[in-house]
């Protein structure tokens, strides 16, 4: 479908150029952030600026995983042994975003079905668990922080990943109501005439039904756990609990150019989880984003 | 459609028959009392998905909600951290007259509004850009979409690198023989340097709204106005916008709500600086709490927040009109 609007102002030629020059804004960077982590250390801030470095080397990822020996290319050159690696904060973050996610889901879950099956509590219900989207995470930060420090549970991944499922469980609710909705009436009917309990159903029949959708929720949620970082660095102080994020902000104290190459192989890795599964969430991104609000 | 009820019925169901929302039976054939039966056994059921998960919600919000509240009416500094003291109000008045949290209020809004205009631009634009085709550009629109769920903190860095002293950015002006600009160096470039930072994460949101948006639109009735005669502008502007603008509308509502989060990136950037120029209300309040300990007046400030998250909720309800979407109310 065409409107013929930039059609008929634009050229084709111009339009080419406008689509490149975005695809320039929105690529270069990440090229940039790949092209640092391989750069030898001298080339990072070297003037004039190597746009296509002649040497390349995988050291900067050694470092940050905590590689002690020599790196580039010299005998006698010992990586820095001030350098933490990355590895405790990577398993933090994978354990804190698959816990809060699957607990969300499966919480949210439930929750959704008793919204869109049983209409339990006639959008109002649906309406608050919104809200909660709305709400600044500094205000859940500060009183969390007391609570878990009541608990001694301060610096634990439990800490974490309670407050993150306090972002998962609406975030699945909203969402799967949506999905939730398109599951025909008459199905779960049918299940239920057959004998079928409503939580076999709902096991049975509605949860396979949905099952694209709890893997996006299963996904999305799980990202935005990987992402989180004022929750994450306020009930943290250790490489005991500390999620990736949080490491990656030491990054930002350090003077400029020192430690840039191992900063950018960080955030290489930091953007993996999301690169290989932009293809599979693509289609369920813009009612993740917006809780469902919007449905593509 | 055919709903058996619990008494003299062939099949003896092991549960009540569950009476759906949005389908329109009823069971006229019954008794009064079937129906109550029904009613309350439904309940029962919804309740057993529900309660779960709610209980769980509830603790982990009104619980420190409460909190809150009795934090924010106390002194408690994290370097004593004895019990907290009663203060009164005493944390809200100190509260309106803190230049430097009007200062971070300021802020916020000036960036927020900032942002969701250029990403409404942007976002806009690209939309167009892809709704009418070029030769072989449809598998571009992943590559848009990348930003969208990087760690923040990632693309804070990632643009720390961008706008370094001698980062790409100002190599392409020394290539152009212009000198360099410290991108965060001044509060005006500074700001810029945060939206455009934020620029680049969120427009791909913007985007993918108005594109589905666009996408929706039947194509009979873009057919029928070029009958009438409509076409370019006036196509777009009497056709097209007033049917994107409720998508449109909702997108910007949603990314002002979260601009008014910004944290990671300037946590990154320029933490707050120079001076206090990018100083939001986010980074303050976290500073005055972890950084300082302030806990019992960061508490107010946070009670300040969700008041002002709450108005703004209310209003995005009003907008959205959820409820009438789904079909309740």
């Not at chain 2, 059921?45 to 529900?50: G, R």
């Amino acid at each position: 479908m065409s409107i013929d609007l930039l059609k008929n102002r634009l050229s084709k030629l111009l339009r080419y150029l406008l689509l490149i020059a975005a695809l320039a804004y929105f690529l270069f960077p990440i090229y940039w952030l790949v092209l640092t982590s391989i750069k030898f250390p001298g080339d990072v801030t070297a003037n004039p600026v190597i746009w296509i470095p002649k040497r390349v080397t995988i050291d900067n990822f050694r470092l940050l995983f905590g590689y002690k020996g020599p790196v580039w290319g010299t005998e006698e050159y010992t990586g820095r042994s001030f350098y933490q690696s990355v590895t405790p904060y990577l398993l933090n973050s994978v354990t804190v975003g698959v816990v809060s996610s699957v607990a969300g889901l499966l919480l949210g879950a439930a929750l959704a079905y008793g919204i869109a099956k049983f209409g339990v509590g006639r959008g109002r219900l649906y309406s608050w668990i919104l809200s909660l989207r709305m709400v600044h995470p500094v205000v859940i930060a500060i009183p969390m922080f007391l609570v878990f420090r009541a608990f001694r549970l301060i610096d634990t991944w439990v800490a974490v990943s309670t407050a993150h499922l306090l972002i998962s469980l609406p975030f699945a609710a909203l969402l799967l109501v949506g999905f939730f909705s398109d599951v025909p009436n008459e199905l779960i009917d049918a299940a239920r005439l057959e004998g079928s309990t409503h939580i076999g159903a709902f096991f049975r029949v509605a949860l396979p039904m949905v099952a694209p959708g709890l893997v996006a929720v299963l996904i999305i949620s799980f990202l935005n756990s990987w992402n989180e970082l004022l929750i994450a660095n306020a009930l943290t102080n250790s490489a005991r609990s500390q999620t990736f994020p949080v490491f990656t902000t030491g990054f930002a104290q350090v003077e400029r150019g020192t430690a840039w190459g191992i900063a950018a192989a960080g955030g290489v890795i930091g953007m993996l989880p999301m690169l290989i599964s932009v293809f599979y969430i693509q289609r369920y991104l813009v009612r993740g984003l917006t809780m469902g609000a919007v449905i593509e | 459609m055919f709903i058996p009820g619990l008494f003299g019925q062939p099949h003896n169901l092991k549960g009540a028959p569950m009476r759906l929302t949005n389908s329109k039976h009823q069971l006229p054939e019954h008794s009064f009392l079937e129906r109550a039966w029904t009613y309350v056994a439904d309940r029962k059921a919804a309740w057993l998905f529900v309660s779960p998960p709610l209980a769980i919600l509830l603790v982990l919000i009104i619980y420190p909600t409460i909190y809150l509240w009795r934090l924010a009416l106390s002194r408690l500094d994290m370097a004593t951290m004895r019990e907290p003291v009663f203060i009164g109000l005493g944390n809200f008045i100190r509260l309106f007259t803190d230049k430097n949290f009007i200062t971070s209020l300021e802020n916020t809004f000036l960036l927020s509004i900032g942002v969701v205009v250029l990403e409404f631009l942007v976002g806009l634009g690209l939309a167009l850009l892809f709704f009418e085709p070029l030769r072989g550009v449809g598998f571009l629109k992943p590559l848009f979409i990348i930003p969208l769920m990087i760690p923040p903190v990632v693309v804070g860095l990632n643009f720390r690198l961008i706008l370094d002293r001698f980062g790409p950015l100002n190599g392409i002006l020394n290539a152009l023989s212009l000198p360099s600009i410290d991108w965060v160096g001044t509060p005006t470039l500074a700001r810029m340097s945060v939206m455009l930072t934020d620029l680049w994460q969120w427009s791909p949101f913007i985007f993918l709204i108005v594109l589905a948006a666009l996408n929706a639109i039947p194509g009979q009735i873009i057919d029928a106005a070029r009958v009438d005669g409509a076409s370019g502008w006036k196509l777009f502007r009497f056709i097209i916008w007033p049917m994107i603008v409720p998508s449109i509308v909702v997108a910007l509502t949603f990314r002002f709500v979260d601009a008014l989060k910004l944290f990671d990136i300037i946590y990154m950037l320029t933490f707050g600086g120079p001076g206090d120029s990018t100083m939001v209300v986010s980074l303050y309040v976290y500073r005055t709490a972890f950084r300082f300990g302030r806990l019992g007046y960061a508490s107010a400030m946070g009670i300040f927040l969700l008041i002002l998250s709450s108005v703004i909720v209310w209003g995005v309800l009003r907008i959205l009109r959820l409820e009438r979407r789904l079909g309740w109310e």
